[in-house]
Nanobody, 122 residues
């Protein structure tokens, strides 16, 4: 079991910045990738950014050039640096950890944090 806990959310004005952090513990050796998802009011949950063990990063088009996902070497902490925030970035952001395929039967497909609210408003 991977336990995830987000921090760093809050209220910020458009154009501002926030840095989210996700502290991971437990069976982090089974993690192959970690990422951030978000769910805005009235919308489906979407992948915002993801980083793999190899360091490959993936971003949804709407945040490219503004957000940066990073991690430490042992999946202890996942970060999301958010710059030039827009009102449409307002959402609950969830930390996600995906389990390596060969270990899914033992540790599950993926794990989620409880989410943290980011509000971008003037």
């Amino acid at each position: 079991q991977v336990h995830l806990e987000e921090s760093g959310g809050g209220l910020v004005q458009p154009g501002g910045s926030l840095r989210l952090a996700c502290a991971a513990s437990g069976t982090t050796f089974a993690v192959n990738a970690m990422g951030w998802y978000r769910q805005a009011p009235g919308k489906q949950r979407e992948l915002v950014a993801e980083i793999t063990t190899r360091g490959t990063q993936t971003y949804v088009d709407s945040v490219k050039g503004r957000f940066t996902v990073s991690k430490d070497g042992g999946w202890r902490t996942l970060y999301l640096e958010m710059n030039n925030l827009k009102p449409e970035d307002t959402a609950v952001y969830y930390c996600n950890a995906k389990v390596v395929a060969s270990l899914i039967q033992y540790y599950g497909l993926e794990h989620w944090g409880k989410g943290i609210l980011v509000t971008v408003s003037s």
